[in-house]
């Protein structure tokens, strides 16, 4: 779940944020904060320096056991710096200290841009751990940001305050600082905070040495010794997450972990009228473990539902009923459920075992079951293939599961069966349908597309791919097509993360020309070209919509689905939202769209109401992401 790049896959680029409460305001020893050191250049303290020196230094002046705060730090960062970058949930450095900003929450995973609840959404206090290690530390506010060291003494500030919170002091072995590492955690529920300070004193009892993505190697050695005083739990009055039963099918070993609340919102969907009409499938760039814990930790998004790549087995950490921060788009959160995959996008057919595929098979029937999903891939999408909620947000999307995904495999699997391959004529609509074994595409891959450090260089190399590479004409030596938001007036790349010039298998497009081998269709404002001799990598499709624009003027494409803001009853609100600057549909061309279209509509979480509008807007695949656009300004028939 890296943070470097926003294209990386998955509904996850999380990291831990912390709820400070009420301990901001408390010093170390008798209300003076401790007494701070000069830092030398380069964030070292003394005169050798070096991070595993800095970890020693904080420990020794804030009385924090050296073990605990390198166990700590290891489950909050695994010891990297992310030389002064945030990670998107709004944390700094080897201590993830946070400070949030609304423009953080809005281009996350809650996607929540355009909505009149961010300033409130971030100004909780459980999103600045480091305007409060700023307080106990004395160091200004940007230091703590930037500087490795500085950052440390804040987390070990933190951590000070909380043990003597806890316990009255912070003279005491490292087994009797299990509450204040819980508390630093912060979890708002029990459970939640148990298994962070669980996982940080299983750290501790076996050891663990690595080197940082800065080159620093850092080492804790092993304790076996420590007794971790469980009991302290109580201290921290901290409320017992409700006992949820697992919303899964008997075929799959499902168990119920909650997610942080903060990682999603409370709803009773779709009882109280928010449809639950899609699922996104997603890659969790992290192991399987370290998903299930990050989705724990407050400030960050969380999915429904957590999948191992080894057997299967499935952990669900947030309620259908309820919203989960995962994609990006609050509109499709409103309507989606996320399934997470244990896996690396950079990876994918190595990670993605038959196990998972046919675990998530038969999660996505019993969904499609309960909730009436339609079993196709208007409504089963990657992460990759969900809309940007506004222009600036556009090109920084994720782009998991990545092209390694199977999808053949997957709707196979649900009952989806392909036809007999083929393509029409010009104005039919054709399924994206190329084998995925045998579709062997040439990807590059980058050190910042690969969180594992596999990939040390930029690398061109031969896979098994999902997808067909798009064109601006009918030959293999034609420029691949730059999508406006990736590429304004030039061509795309084969960069691995470039959905631009991707189409996935499932998807469908009108077909706007033949020449050849080579097969046109309309796609994201263009007419683009795949190699396609004989229809072998598409089927015709039929019972379908297709829109085209009512009139002789492009129709605008929006990422968003709120109602106008005249809608909205007094005391909301309303949420806001344009078109996509750098999409539209012109006339003459044609798109696929849902069989249906669906009223605006928008949540609010606080008081439960859900405001319905008078408009719909349909759904459609635009490009490689699907697209909005209002029904009143389409003219849509059946194909």
């Not at 020693?56 to 730090?73: E, I, N, T």
């Not at 469980?230 to 909650?258: H, I, N, R, W, Y």
């Not at 909205?568 to 939202?577: D, I, K």
């Amino acid at each position: 779940m890296r943070t470097s790049n926003p294209r990386r896959g998955t509904a996850s680029r999380l990291r831990r944020t912390a709820l400070l409460g009420t301990v901001a305001a408390l010093a170390i020893g008798g209300g003076a904060a401790v007494p701070v050191p000069a830092l030398a250049a380069g964030g070292t303290v003394g005169e050798t320096g070096g991070l595993q020196r800095d970890f020693a230094a904080a420990a020794d002046a804030y009385h924090v056991p050296l073990q605990v705060l390198l166990g700590v730090a290891y489950q909050e960062s695994a010891w990297d710096a992310h030389a002064g970058q945030h990670s998107t949930d709004g944390g700094y450095g080897p201590m993830h200290l946070t400070d949030v900003t609304p423009a953080m929450m809005a281009g996350g995973d809650a996607g929540a841009v355009g909505r009149q609840d961010l300033k409130r959404m971030a100004a909780a206090p459980a999103l600045h751990t480091l305007r409060a290690a700023a307080e106990l530390t004395g160091l200004p506010a940007e230091r703590l940001r930037t500087d490795p060291a500085a950052n440390i003494r804040g987390g070990a500030a933190l951590l000070a305050s909380y043990q003597k919170d806890v316990t009255g002091s912070v003279a005491a072995g490292p087994g009797n600082w299990y509450g204040a590492v819980a508390r630093y955690s912060q979890a708002a529920d029990r459970q939640g905070a148990a298994a962070f300070a669980g996982r940080v004193f299983a750290t501790i009892e076996k050891g663990v040495g690595r080197t940082t993505a800065e080159g620093e190697h850092v080492r804790l050695a092993a304790d076996g010794d420590v007794d971790p005083a469980t009991g302290q739990l109580k201290a921290l009055d901290l409320k017992s997450a409700a006992t949820t039963d697992t919303e899964c099918p008997a075929t799959v070993a499902c168990t119920f972990v909650p997610a942080a609340a903060s990682n999603g919102q409370v709803s009773n969907r779709p009882a109280n009228g928010i449809r639950i009409d899609s699922i996104v499938i997603h890659d969790t760039e992290t192991s399987y473990d370290t998903a299930v814990s990050l989705f724990q930790q407050p400030g960050g998004s969380a999915a429904h539902y957590v999948m191992r790549s080894s057997d299967g087995a499935v952990t669900q950490m947030v309620p259908t009923k309820d919203l989960a921060f995962h994609a990006g788009n609050y509109s499709t959160n409103m309507h989606s459920i996320g399934i997470e995959h244990e896996g690396y996008a950079a990876h994918g057919a190595t990670w993605y075992t038959e196990a998972q595929y046919e675990a998530t098979a038969d999660l996505v029937k019993y969904l499609s079951a309960r909730f009436g999903i339609p079993l196709d891939r208007e409504h089963i999408v990657g992460h990759d293939n969900v809309a940007g909620p506004n222009s600036s947000l556009v090109s920084g999307m994720h782009w998991d599961p990545g092209p390694a995904w199977d999808w053949n495999r997957l709707m196979s699997l649900v009952g989806v069966h392909a036809r007999r391959h083929g393509v029409g004529p010009v104005g039919s609509v054709v399924t994206i349908a190329p084998r995925f074994e045998t579709n062997l595409q040439t990807v590059q891959i980058c050190p910042s597309d690969d969180p594992t450090g596999a990939t040390t260089a930029c690398t061109e190399t031969q896979q098994a791919s999902d997808f067909l590479y798009l064109r601006t004409g009918p030959s293999d030596t034609a420029p691949l097509f730059g999508d406006q938001a990736l590429h304004p007036g030039a061509a795309g790349t084969d960069r691995i993360n470039d959905w631009g010039a991707m189409a996935a298998a499932g998807q469908q497009f009108v077909v706007a020309d033949k020449d050849g081998d080579w097969t046109a269709v309309w796609y994201g404002g263009s007419k683009v070209w795949f190699h396609n001799p004989h229809g072998c990598n598409t089927t015709p499709a039929h019972g379908v919509r297709v829109i085209t624009a009512a009139g002789t003027s492009p129709v605008a494409v929006y990422g968003s689905s709120y109602p106008d803001a005249a809608e909205y009853p007094a005391g909301l609100s309303p949420s806001t939202q344009a078109p996509l600057s750098m999409y539209s549909v012109p006339a003459g061309q044609a798109y696929v769209a849902t069989v249906a279209p669906s009223l605006t509509d928008d949540f609010f979480p606080s008081s439960g109401k859900v405001v319905t509008g008078a408009k719909a807007m349909y759904t459609i695949q635009y490009n490689h992401r699907v697209g909005l656009v209002y029904a009143s300004d389409v003219t849509a028939t059946d194909g």
